[in-house]
């Protein structure tokens, strides 16, 4: 197998990248499990795309490891695209997936659901070494919720509707189901397809 770094801590986006990657024989681990702490990167830039490249960058200069980075975040339309690249510190520093919820259904308190139209986007940027750098980004259509439904999923994934007649959010789908639909599992699939070819030339 070979070993990648996810440029992340959050154990439920490494769960997704594992799964899908590991038929490739990757095996996907946090940089933390490998004793590397990735708490001084600073998401600075103005896209999904400009953080997951500063994200997988840091993971490459520190471990030396192929890295892989996923930036992904709401952005919704009556917002003016909020909270978009913000969307993990929307309520704060180290807020809560309840929080941001909160807060995202209070600032769109009185907006009618055919103007909560909103879309998950997911931005991977994977350094194989020093000179092959592969990206992908996927999207999801849907809407916000009123309030929010099912078990599963984290982060926004209670209150985004699937944009599929179904009337389900990502957080009723069982981790299959949202793989297929998902902004993440598009852009996943996107990324394994570039690398299967590299892999396949090395």
Same mark, same amino acid.
């Given at each position: 197998?070979?070993? !990648?770094?996810?440029?992340?801590?959050? /154990?439920?986006?490494?769960?997704?990248?594992?799964?899908?990657?590991?038929?490739? $024989?990757?095996?996907?681990?946090?940089?933390?499990?490998?004793?590397?702490?990735?708490?001084?990167?600073? &998401?600075?830039?103005?896209? =999904?795309? &400009?953080?997951?490249?500063?994200?997988?960058?840091?993971? !490459?200069?520190?471990?030396?490891?192929?890295?892989?980075?996923?930036?992904?975040?709401?952005?919704?339309? *009556?917002?003016?695209?909020?909270?978009?690249?913000?969307?993990?510190?929307?309520?704060?520093?180290?807020?809560?997936? #309840? #929080?941001?919820?909160?807060?995202?259904? /209070?600032?769109?308190?009185?907006?009618?659901?055919?103007?909560?139209?909103?879309? !998950?986007?997911?931005?991977?940027?994977?350094?194989?070494?020093?000179?092959?750098?592969?990206?992908?980004? $996927?999207?999801?259509?849907?809407?916000?919720?009123?309030?929010?439904?099912?078990?599963?999923?984290?982060?926004?994934?209670?209150? =985004?509707?699937?944009?599929?007649?179904?009337?389900?959010? !990502?957080? #009723?789908?069982?981790?299959? &189901?949202?793989?297929?639909?998902?902004?993440? $599992? /598009? *852009?996943?699939?996107?990324?394994?397809?570039?690398?299967?070819?590299?892999?396949?030339?090395?």
């Amino acid at each position: 197998m070979i070993k !990648f770094i996810i440029a992340s801590n959050n /154990k439920n986006k490494a769960a997704e990248l594992d799964r899908i990657l590991n038929p490739l $024989g990757i095996t996907a681990v946090t940089a933390k499990s490998e004793g590397v702490s990735l708490d001084d990167v600073e &998401e600075t830039g103005e896209t =999904f795309a &400009e953080n997951a490249m500063i994200k997988a960058k840091a993971a !490459f200069e520190k471990t030396g490891l192929p890295s892989v980075a996923d930036d992904s975040g709401l952005v919704v339309d *009556a917002l003016s695209g909020a909270p978009g690249v913000y969307s993990a510190r929307y309520a704060g520093e180290n807020a809560t997936d #309840q #929080q941001l919820i909160e807060k995202l259904l /209070k600032n769109l308190e009185g907006v009618e659901m055919k103007d909560r139209t909103a879309n !998950f986007v997911s931005s991977i940027c994977c350094i194989v070494d020093k000179d092959t750098i592969v990206t992908a980004e $996927g999207m999801c259509d849907g809407y916000i919720s009123f309030a929010p439904k099912g078990e599963g999923g984290f982060g926004y994934d209670p209150v =985004f509707l699937i944009n599929d007649g179904s009337g389900k959010t !990502f957080a #009723q789908l069982s981790p299959d &189901e949202k793989d297929k639909l998902s902004h993440r $599992g /598009k *852009a996943l699939r996107m990324l394994y397809d570039k690398l299967s070819k590299i892999i396949a030339n090395d």
